[in-house]
């Protein structure tokens, strides 16, 4: 066991720590913050994207002694039930969104790419949230939800 320190959704925290734990694990079963989604992995699917210094990764092929002294936000520390971040708003309100379950890293993927271009064309958000695979909704409406968010933003 090791014990790290970081930054977790604006607030420092640490924990101990195995030496091949995932970021994924850390985050869900130490910190019961359950929006990170464990799908894949490998990194394939995007369920598990967080942003680690505001980089969008994949918490399920990071190993969380790698984020020692680092920020890392998941959709939690995004927008509150009160008050939506504008991605999420814009996803709810172009309904961009059906089961559920890969709208955590969709979201944060979104928020990683307007951070770094607030106006992207489409191809860019859709090469922004390739990684993220999605089962339900064919697309077009995440990427609506992306374009509304840019324009709000």
């Not at 990071?62 to 995004?78: A, F, N, P, Q, S």
């Not at 008050?83 to 979104?110: E, K, R, S, T």
């Not at 191809?123 to 409406?141: H, P, V």
Request: charged share 20%.
């Amino acid at each position: 066991m090791r014990r790290i320190s970081f930054v977790l959704n604006g607030e420092p925290v640490s924990c101990e720590i195995e030496g091949d734990e995932i970021l994924t694990d850390t985050i869900r079963n130490r910190f019961k913050l359950t929006g990170t989604k464990k799908g894949c992995g490998t990194g394939d699917c995007g369920a598990c994207t967080v942003l680690v210094d505001d980089v969008a990764v994949r918490s399920c092929t990071m190993l969380t002694g790698m984020i020692e002294g680092k920020r890392v936000m998941t959709i939690e520390g995004l927008g509150t039930t009160d008050q939506l971040h504008p991605v999420q708003q814009a996803f709810v309100d172009v309904n961009a969104v059906q089961c559920g379950f890969c709208i955590p890293g969709m979201v944060l993927a979104a928020y990683a790419l307007l951070k770094e271009n607030p106006n992207p064309t489409e191809e860019e958000i859709r090469i922004a949230i390739s990684g993220n695979l999605c089962r339900c909704t064919g697309y077009q409406k995440i990427v609506e939800a992306i374009q509304l968010a840019a324009m709000r933003m």
